[in-house]
């Protein structure tokens, strides 16, 4: 690179370098805790998925045009070269809106990020237990700065921050993977940036917005195999004014913010700052599913009991979940607010077994749902992304009761995060749809103890059904 482009990608460099030269033994102990956690929890969802019609269906479409079978499709017995064993794992993770986000970068981290590190686990048996930890770190913590850069607005404006902001994660883990040089990972993030793309339309209703995560993981592992060969991406992707990220995908230079993609970088660690989640459905809906519970602890009340529902949110809440409900498939019910606000009262949970094709135009459920309103409460709006799944819940009862509850975060969030028992026990009760019991163990098991691992491949092997 020359001089100007030296001068010209701090940013782009500042990360490069910290993928590069992150090792184990830097990483703060309760950041190797929480990433094994992590890890488990991406891990059961795409356990789950494997068998999902959507998942069948790209499954089936790959091993069509696949010649090589080098890498593992968890959770099933089929095996496709590595780019499309990416993007079907990455596929399976998000495949029924049950994994990871981290709130303000508002990224799904572990459906980007582990399917090309677990490939490149597969392609490389020398990566040890304690390198996969590694590069998962590297991954978790570069794309959710780049979420953070990008702010709200990202979404907002209607791009799908997991297949666009996604890639950032996937490149950064698959180069930490391969040990790729600091150089080698600016090309890596350069071509991974170039791919990035994917339209929020596509959550009423389409299949394809299962697969947004597993492109920006296949993007991600391109981005770092080929800057291993000698390829050339976009050296200053994040800093160029004309047909870089941070320009291109937002409208106007005041909405984005480059000092957050290195700020507090290998001291800061934004892993720690990833929530899992209890209810299948998109992270937006959970403070409201917490709210109703927890009026519903105080004051006991079921789905006939109400008259009306008023929730008060951000705009992104209001623009991504808050629409009028109208039957367009799985993915639509699972993201929107009121047909699970509806599932909530009628069924007492909103977990795998609420989702089913025959429920999805239930009379009952529509009916419940047309009674929850979502509005925007311009006072969240603007207290940023840290505050954009706060909301204030109003049921009023038929009686007259009138019950009031906000909450800022989820259960399973960061300010409260899951125990160690809770995520064994959400992985557990997934992979059992597909893994034989003593199988489930070793998983577990495995990944608890990773850093004693002497490859791990060791851990991919088990995540197939043979």
Not at 27 to 42: G, T
Not at 76 to 86: E, G, I, V, W
Not at 218 to 225: D, E, F
Not at 388 to 400: A, K, P, Q
Request: glycine share 10%; net charge negative; charged share 20%.
């Amino acid at each position: 690179m020359n001089d100007h482009q030296l001068s010209g990608n701090v940013y782009t460099r500042g990360i490069a370098e910290f993928v590069a030269g992150l090792r184990y033994e830097a990483i703060p102990p309760e950041v190797i805790a929480r990433i094994k956690l992590l890890v488990l929890d991406s891990l059961g969802c795409a356990i789950f998925g494997a068998e999902l019609p959507w998942s069948r269906i790209l499954q089936r479409t790959l091993a069509k045009v696949d010649t090589s079978r080098g890498c593992t499709v968890w959770g099933t017995d089929q095996r496709l070269s590595a780019p499309h064993a990416a993007l079907v794992n990455g596929t399976l993770v998000q495949s029924f809106e049950l994994d990871d986000v981290h709130r303000v970068g508002v990224l799904h981290v572990g459906a980007v990020t582990l399917p090309g590190v677990l490939a490149i686990a597969e392609m490389q048996p020398d990566l040890t237990g304690r390198d996969l930890l590694t590069a998962c770190v590297a991954g978790y913590e570069i794309g959710p700065r780049v979420g953070m850069c990008m702010g709200p607005e990202h979404i907002g404006q209607g791009w799908h921050s997991g297949a666009t902001v996604g890639v950032f994660s996937a490149a950064a883990g698959s180069a930490a993977a391969l040990r790729l040089s600091a150089d080698q990972t600016v090309h890596a993030l350069g071509i991974a940036g170039t791919q990035a793309a994917g339209l929020m339309a596509a959550q009423f209703g389409a299949m394809v917005k299962r697969m947004h995560a597993g492109r920006s993981a296949q993007s991600g592992l391109y981005g770092a195999l080929l800057a291993e060969d000698g390829f050339t991406g976009i050296v200053d992707v994040f800093e160029n004014e004309y047909g870089g990220f941070c320009t291109t995908f937002s409208r106007s230079t005041d909405r984005f913010d480059r000092s957050l993609l290195t700020k507090g970088l290998g001291q800061q660690f934004e892993t720690l700052r990833i929530a899992l989640k209890f209810y299948s459905c998109v992270g937006s809906n959970h403070t409201t599913l917490d709210a109703i519970r927890t009026m519903q602890a105080r004051h006991p009340f079921g789905a006939e009991d109400v008259a009306r529902i008023l929730v008060q949110g951000s705009r992104v809440t209001m623009d991504h979940v808050g629409w009028p409900y109208v039957p367009q498939g799985m993915t639509s019910a699972q993201l929107n607010l009121p047909y699970c606000v509806a599932t909530l009262l009628l069924d007492g949970d909103v977990f795998v077994d609420q989702f089913t094709e025959d429920k999805i135009a239930d009379p009952d459920r529509m009916r419940i749902a047309a009674k929850v309103a979502v509005a925007e409460d311009p006072a969240i709006t603007a207290r940023g992304s840290t505050y954009r799944h706060m909301v204030h819940v109003t049921v009023e009862l038929n009686d007259g009761t009138r019950l009031d509850e906000t909450v800022e975060a989820p259960r399973g969030s960061e300010a409260s995060f899951a125990t160690a028992d809770d995520v064994v026990a959400k992985f557990t009760k997934l992979a059992q749809h597909r893994i034989a019991t003593a199988r489930v163990d070793q998983i577990v098991e495995q990944v608890m103890q990773a850093e004693r691992m002497p490859s791990a491949a060791a851990l991919v092997r088990l995540l197939a059904t043979t």
